[in-house]
C-alpha cells in the first residue's frame, strides 16, 4: 500500500464502565453504598487512586485531497508480452508514412476556418470514414470543403448535389440523409457547433460510438476513451491476443483495451495500430515475415 499523500487518523473507544487495570482481567472493586470517591480518600488520609480506563487503538487511513476519488486501478488481467508488442510497432511505424497519417480525419478539415466549423468539418469527415478507405472519405471532403463546408450550405445543397459530391463513400445515399440531418440539428440546437460529449454525439443521426469518440479527441481534444477502434484495431488486438478473450466486433475490442490498457496510451494506439493494420498486419496475407512481433505474436505461425 502507498503510503504517500496519506494521513494517520486516531479513534479510540471506552472500554466501558466497571473495567479494571490494564491486563488484570479483574473488575474494579464496587464503592460502598454512599460513599464517593473523594469521600473515602478523606477518611484514608490517602488519594483515591483512580483507574485509568483502558483505550484499544484503531488506525485507518485517510487518503489527502489529491488521492480523494482518485484510486489507482490496477488491471486484474494483461496481455502477455503486451510492452514488447508495443514497442516493435512503434518502431515498424516509426516513418508515420500509411495512408492514416496523411488523410484521416485530423487531416481532413480546414485550419484557415472558425474553430467552430472546423469542429463540424472533423464531425463530417468522420461520419465519411464508415466503412470507406481513408483515401476515398479524404478526396470526397477535398470536394465538399471546395463548395464551402459549412452547416448553412450544406443545408442548402439539394439531396442529388450532395449524393455526387460524396459518392463513392460507402452507403453515399445513407449519408447523404444523415448528413443533412445531423446538421440541421446542429444548427438548431447547437448554434452551428458540434456537441462536446460522447453521449450527445451519438444521439446525431449517423454517430456511432467509434465517431463519437475520435470527435472528442479530434475536435474537441478531450480523451473520452480509445478513439476510433476500427477493423484494424479490432483484428490486431484479437490477433495479439490483447483482449481476454476473443471479441466479435470493433466496440467489444474497445472495451477489452480500456479494462487494462494504460490510460496515457489511450490517445495513440488508435493511430498507431490503423497505422499497422495497413500496412503489415493486413487482412488477408498479412506480412508476418517483415514483422517484428512474428515471434511473440501468437496467431502467427496460422496466418
Given at each position: 500500500?502507498?503510503?504517500?499523500?496519506?494521513?494517520?487518523?486516531?479513534?479510540?473507544?471506552?472500554?466501558?464502565?466497571?473495567?479494571?487495570?490494564?491486563?488484570?482481567?479483574?473488575?474494579?472493586?464496587?464503592?460502598?453504598?454512599?460513599?464517593?470517591?473523594?469521600?473515602?480518600?478523606?477518611?484514608?488520609?490517602?488519594?483515591?487512586?483512580?483507574?485509568?480506563?483502558?483505550?484499544?487503538?484503531?488506525?485507518?487511513?485517510?487518503?489527502?485531497?489529491?488521492?480523494?476519488?482518485?484510486?489507482?486501478?490496477?488491471?486484474?488481467?494483461?496481455?502477455?508480452?503486451?510492452?514488447?508488442?508495443?514497442?516493435?510497432?512503434?518502431?515498424?511505424?516509426?516513418?508515420?508514412?500509411?495512408?492514416?497519417?496523411?488523410?484521416?480525419?485530423?487531416?481532413?478539415?480546414?485550419?484557415?476556418?472558425?474553430?467552430?466549423?472546423?469542429?463540424?468539418?472533423?464531425?463530417?469527415?468522420?461520419?465519411?470514414?464508415?466503412?470507406?478507405?481513408?483515401?476515398?472519405?479524404?478526396?470526397?471532403?477535398?470536394?465538399?470543403?471546395?463548395?464551402?463546408?459549412?452547416?448553412?450550405?450544406?443545408?442548402?445543397?439539394?439531396?442529388?448535389?450532395?449524393?455526387?459530391?460524396?459518392?463513392?463513400?460507402?452507403?453515399?445515399?445513407?449519408?447523404?440523409?444523415?448528413?443533412?440531418?445531423?446538421?440541421?440539428?446542429?444548427?438548431?440546437?447547437?448554434?452551428?457547433?458540434?456537441?462536446?460529449?460522447?453521449?450527445?454525439?451519438?444521439?446525431?443521426?449517423?454517430?456511432?460510438?467509434?465517431?463519437?469518440?475520435?470527435?472528442?479527441?479530434?475536435?474537441?481534444?478531450?480523451?473520452?476513451?480509445?478513439?476510433?477502434?476500427?477493423?484494424?484495431?479490432?483484428?490486431?488486438?484479437?490477433?495479439?491476443?490483447?483482449?481476454?478473450?476473443?471479441?466479435?466486433?470493433?466496440?467489444?475490442?474497445?472495451?477489452?483495451?480500456?479494462?487494462?490498457?494504460?490510460?496515457?496510451?489511450?490517445?495513440?494506439i488508435n493511430g498507431l495500430l490503423v497505422g499497422f493494420g495497413q500496412q503489415i498486419c493486413l487482412?488477408?496475407?498479412?506480412?508476418?515475415?517483415?514483422?517484428?512481433?512474428?515471434?511473440?505474436?501468437?496467431?502467427?505461425?496460422?496466418?
Amino acid at each position: 500500500m502507498s503510503t504517500a499523500g496519506t494521513r494517520m487518523v486516531t479513534r479510540s473507544w471506552s472500554r466501558g464502565p466497571g473495567v479494571g487495570p490494564r491486563g488484570s482481567g479483574k473488575e474494579a472493586a464496587p464503592l460502598p453504598r454512599g460513599k464517593s470517591a473523594s469521600a473515602e480518600g478523606r477518611k484514608s488520609n490517602h488519594p483515591v487512586k483512580r483507574h485509568r480506563k483502558t483505550q484499544s487503538l484503531k488506525v485507518a487511513y485517510e487518503a489527502s485531497d489529491g488521492e480523494k476519488g482518485e484510486g489507482i486501478k490496477v488491471p486484474s488481467w494483461e496481455p502477455q508480452d503486451w510492452q514488447q508488442h508495443l514497442a516493435n510497432i512503434r518502431t515498424m511505424r516509426s516513418e508515420k508514412d500509411a495512408p492514416v497519417d496523411q488523410l484521416g480525419a485530423e487531416h481532413c478539415y480546414d485550419r484557415s476556418v472558425p474553430p467552430k466549423v472546423q469542429r463540424y468539418q472533423v464531425l463530417l469527415s468522420l461520419m465519411l470514414s464508415s466503412q470507406t478507405k481513408d483515401q476515398v472519405t479524404a478526396g470526397a471532403m477535398q470536394r465538399l470543403r471546395a463548395r464551402g463546408l459549412t452547416v448553412d450550405n450544406i443545408l442548402q445543397t439539394d439531396d442529388s448535389t450532395l449524393g455526387a459530391l460524396i459518392y463513392p463513400v460507402g452507403f453515399w445515399r445513407s449519408k447523404v440523409k444523415y448528413i443533412k440531418q445531423t446538421s440541421a440539428i446542429l444548427q438548431q440546437n447547437y448554434g452551428g457547433d458540434i456537441p462536446a460529449s460522447v453521449a450527445e454525439l451519438m444521439a446525431l443521426p449517423g454517430v456511432g460510438p467509434k465517431m463519437a469518440h475520435l470527435a472528442m479527441a479530434v475536435a474537441w481534444g478531450t480523451v473520452s476513451g480509445i478513439a476510433a477502434v476500427d477493423t484494424h484495431v479490432h483484428r490486431i488486438a484479437n490477433r495479439l491476443r490483447w483482449t481476454k478473450k476473443v471479441t466479435k466486433s470493433p466496440e467489444e475490442t474497445r472495451a477489452a483495451l480500456e479494462d487494462w490498457l494504460p490510460r496515457d496510451l489511450w490517445s495513440e494506439i488508435n493511430g498507431l495500430l490503423v497505422g499497422f493494420g495497413q500496412q503489415i498486419c493486413l487482412p488477408v496475407r498479412p506480412r508476418c515475415q517483415t514483422c517484428l512481433n512474428q515471434a511473440l505474436c501468437p496467431a502467427a505461425e496460422g496466418l
